[in-house]
């Protein structure tokens, strides 16, 4: 599948400061896919998606969506806008109005979309991220879960090609983060392209179908989840925890994992460790049959 969104030498730097936030990126979001985004604070993966939808503008090389370079025309970018939605780390500075179904809709209004349209749109988007029963209820009164829920249904109500989320599942309890990746899973079988910045190697490692490796505004790595944890001496020079299952994985001997599928998630690497212990007990130097 082509790439959903290019950046070719792109550098940005922020007035006052003497490094750049972006260093002559290269890298490239395959359409399709869900991306996870790593790399330690100060990265660049804020910078990253702030150019993406056209907030930033490069200083030096181009942002290319769909293989045709942004515009930078108010009208380019509000098209922009609609075919890349972004649902930013703090729900407070993305919720406008003050209830959820008066937020959904916020958007679509501004897009011209008549009332029959834009209910029905709204109501879809209240099942995806099961926030029925909560449409009605003031913002304030939500938990966090539930404020992230609500701007990711604003952003979704416009139907977005591709969906950038900055560190969606930050703070969450893991019945919320459960909830939300769940909306995000059926969002990505619609096809909807997904990009997620996170700071949470094991939720990179279990969700994502390509990983990109920011470092000081560059990109050091991209790749397969299996591919990119497999260099762990490098991302722990850059102040990266491995995902637990991967950790594991990687320690194993070589007898024991070559030939074998990379588990990606704890119920893959148990049933791995039952298929071992089964046929190391029918090794006949361990006096079993």
């Given at each position: 599948m082509a790439d959903s969104l290019t950046f070719e030498g792109v550098v940005f730097r922020y007035p006052d400061t003497a490094e750049p936030a972006l260093r002559e990126l290269?890298?490239?979001?395959?359409?399709?896919?869900?991306?996870?985004?790593?790399?330690?604070?100060?990265?660049?993966?804020?910078?990253?998606?702030?150019?993406?939808v056209g907030i930033l503008r490069p200083q030096q090389g181009r942002v290319l969506q769909a293989g045709i370079p942004v515009s930078y025309a108010k009208k380019d970018l509000a098209a922009l806008r609609r075919n890349v939605g972004l649902v930013l780390q703090d729900p407070e500075q993305q919720l406008i109005l003050n209830?959820?179904?008066?937020d959904i809709s916020f958007g679509l209004r501004g897009m011209g979309m008549n009332e029959a349209a834009i209910k029905t749109r709204c109501l879809e988007m209240l099942d995806l991220l099961k926030l029925e029963e909560l449409k009605d209820?003031?913002?304030?009164?939500?938990?966090?879960?539930?404020?992230?829920?609500?701007?990711?249904?604003?952003?979704?109500?416009?139907k977005p090609e591709l969906l950038l989320l900055d560190e969606p599942t930050s703070y969450?309890?893991?019945?919320?983060e459960a909830q939300l990746l769940a909306g995000l899973e059926s969002v990505h079988k619609q096809g909807t392209t997904i990009v997620m910045a996170t700071h949470d190697m094991?939720?990179?490692?279990?969700?994502?179908?390509?990983?990109?490796?920011?470092?000081?505004?560059?990109?050091?790595?991209?790749?397969?989840?299996?591919?990119?944890?497999?260099?762990?001496?490098?991302?722990?020079?850059?102040?990266?925890?491995?995902?637990?299952?991967?950790?594991?994985?990687?320690?194993?001997?070589?007898?024991y994992t070559e030939g074998r599928s990379v588990p990606r998630s704890a119920e893959a690497f148990k049933t791995m460790l039952n298929q071992l212990l089964v046929e190391r007990t029918e090794i006949p130097e361990y006096g079993m049959k």
């Open positions: 290269t890298v490239s979001i395959p359409g399709g896919c869900k991306t996870a985004v790593i790399g330690h604070n100060g990265s660049g993966k804020s910078t990253f998606f702030l150019h993406a209830t959820p179904g008066e209820k003031p913002i304030h009164q939500l938990s966090l879960g539930q404020k992230k829920r609500t701007a990711l249904a604003g952003v979704l109500a416009m969450l309890d893991p019945l919320s094991n939720l990179a490692y279990s969700w994502a179908d390509w990983v990109i490796v920011l470092d000081h505004g560059a990109c050091l790595a991209a790749g397969t989840p299996e591919a990119v944890f497999s260099g762990r001496g490098g991302l722990r020079a850059l102040g990266l925890e491995l995902p637990l299952i991967a950790d594991l994985w990687y320690s194993l001997p070589a007898r």
